[in-house]
């Protein structure tokens, strides 16, 4: 089946540090998401991302839609310890009606005070 | 408070012994999904609803049933659990054809 590449795996930062992150794809899609799960709890959008080489920010985070559509990056500047979680990326896949999405396999953010 | 609810949050049983874990929303959405999340292979979908009485099969769908007799509930079935069906499991719903999904707060799922 389709794939969602994410990387780094897992991710160990000091507090105040930017952190960068991204998801590759075989595939082309038209829509990019990124949800975070906090420890304990479900995901939660992000961002949404629509538009080849968009480049959308909420806040600290900073997510760009790749040119070639088969790809992805999150950045989060100035890291704080709220950040930690797991960051997912995620496609639409098939018909957007479908509302099926498919998952990266997560990076794990840790930091440290 | 809108909220996507699932029961219960932690349950241990042994194999072969039928379990259902509830799930229901009250934003009144058409889709709803099930999920199970293991370490590195992210969230995969067992099934899902686009409507009341329309399920189908995500990609990870075999010992799992579903259905989706109302509009705001959505139970997933594990008739005879196996121990392979030890994991976090996550409830989604949203609007269909809207991207962002609303995620319960998981059930963790032990079958020993």
């Known amino acids: 089946g389709q794939q969602l590449n994410q990387s780094p795996q897992s991710m160990f930062i000091q507090e105040g540090e930017d952190v960068s992150m991204n998801c590759t794809s075989s595939s082309i899609f038209n829509t990019w998401l990124w949800y975070k799960q906090d420890p304990g709890e479900g995901p939660v959008l992000l961002i949404a991302l629509y538009k080849a080489g968009e480049l959308t920010s909420n806040g600290r985070l900073t997510a760009q839609f790749g040119i070639t559509r088969k790809d992805s990056f999150l950045n989060i500047s100035a890291s704080i310890p709220s950040d930690v979680g797991i960051y997912f990326c995620?496609?639409?896949?098939?018909?957007?009606?479908?509302?099926?999405?498919?998952f990266g396999q997560g990076t794990t953010l840790q930091v440290k005070p | 408070e809108a909220q996507v609810t699932q029961n219960p949050r932690y349950l241990i049983t042994v194999t072969g012994k039928k379990l259902t874990v509830t799930c229901s929303q009250n934003?009144?959405?058409?889709?709803m999904s099930w999920y199970r999340q293991d370490p590195g292979l992210g969230l995969r979908q067992i099934y899902y609803?686009?409507?009341?009485?329309?399920?189908d099969k995500g990609d990870v769908p075999e010992g799992y049933k579903v259905s989706r007799k109302e509009k705001r509930n959505f139970p997933l079935i594990l008739e005879s659990p196996s121990p392979n069906q030890t994991s976090l499991y996550f409830c989604a719903s949203s609007y269909l054809g809207r991207d962002e999904q609303f995620f319960g707060p998981g059930t963790r799922l032990t079958v020993l």
């Open positions: 995620a496609v639409q896949h098939g018909s957007s009606n479908t509302g099926k999405l498919i």
């Open positions: 934003m009144n959405h058409e889709y």
């Open positions: 609803s686009m409507n009341v009485e329309v399920t």
